[in-house]
């Protein structure tokens, strides 16, 4: 008896219902990136591995999945190194692509190829798939979508407060009123970190400082002195990144307390500025959270996180990044971008019922098969009915008429057309509303403008 098939673990299948309502995402999504002028693109889910590598932090090469080199990959490898069995030393032996890990970095190199075709500063939106071998929990998948949008080519503070009003509008749009949005710049970590002495420390200290929610204050501060951090430093940099209050108090308590650190004022001004340019009713929705880290290297100013208090994990992030294309050749090309996490987001409005009830995006209309000549006239009528814009099928088989009701009641099918001998010779159809049950003769001529009308 053959195994039962399966999906790996991480993934997931999505039936129609799930499939629309993740679709409703993002198209909402879509359209308020469009309504600011972003262009969509499309890059391969795999990338020349020394594309990936080196751009999100020892953690997160780790998280990336390699693709093993085709044919027999052990051929080449030295035996030396396969005595030793040191896995990140036979890695780029074994494998020359990977699946991407974000949007972001596959976007860098996109732009630096073609630089020539494109007109900057450079506005662009990405739906697509990535990969990440993390450990599935809730909330955290190994393929999963992120909804992208960026601006490179510009280091206007303006695209700050532009993506910032995006995170409002599209998940207004959703029904996520009550989201939490939050923002730091890596410029005040790097401030935090002259002023507390750990400034060749400081890619420990961020990633560190990224799993405060997970492991919480006593067991960042323990990590970072595993990690040979001076024990004062810690001490002093936790005190400072746990400043909390309203916007204006935090940033005037960290200006005090970083008197002389120019790279830390740096970033108290942007944020302000920022700020200040907001929308009220943005503003509102927007707090400094100077724990806020997001510990992946190529960030260097603002950091933006959204989050709910009824999902765990955050549902969007990003941040201004000045100099991403020049690992890839092509240098002083600043740019900032967020990403939308649509699976979280769509585990989140499920838990909260918030997806519109009229998202079933199939079949409207069904014609019933009674044999081969009723069968072609409804075929033809049926593409009447399309070419008003509804949609239709006749069910392929001429089944029972209980088999064929069923299909049609499953599938939330809201009209079905019955075109027997009696109707054949008549020139009608019998049309009867799947949800009051109640059925009507019309004629074959009147047919498409009846149902427009119905599904109004």
Known sequence: MANKPSIPKGTRDFVPEQSSKRQFIFDTARSVFQSFGYQPIETPAMENLETLLGKYGDEGDRLIFKILNNGDYLS????????????????????DRALRYDLTVPFARFVVQNQN???FPFKRYQIQPVWRADRPQKGRYREFYQCDVDVIGSDSLLNETELLCIIDQVFSKLGLDDISIRINNRKILSGIAEASGLSAYFQQMTVAIDKLDKIGVDGVKEEMIRNGLPEAGVKKALNLINLTGDAEGVLNMLAGAMTGVEEAFRGIDEVRTVLKSLPESTREKVKIDLTLARGLNYYTGAIIEVGHSEFPSSICGGGRYDDLTGMFGLSDMSGIGISLGADRIYDLMEAKNLFPSNLDAGTQVMFVNFGQAEALKSFELASEVRASTMS????PDSAKMKKQMKYANDKGISFVCMIGAEELASGTVAVKSMGTGEQENISMDALSNFLKEKLK
């Open 76 to 95: 080449k490898v030295d035996d030396e190194k396969l005595r030793q069995k040191d896995s990140n030393a036979l890695v780029k032996e074994l494998s």
């Open 117 to 119: 075709e494109l007109s």
């Open 392 to 395: 239709a099928e006749v069910y």
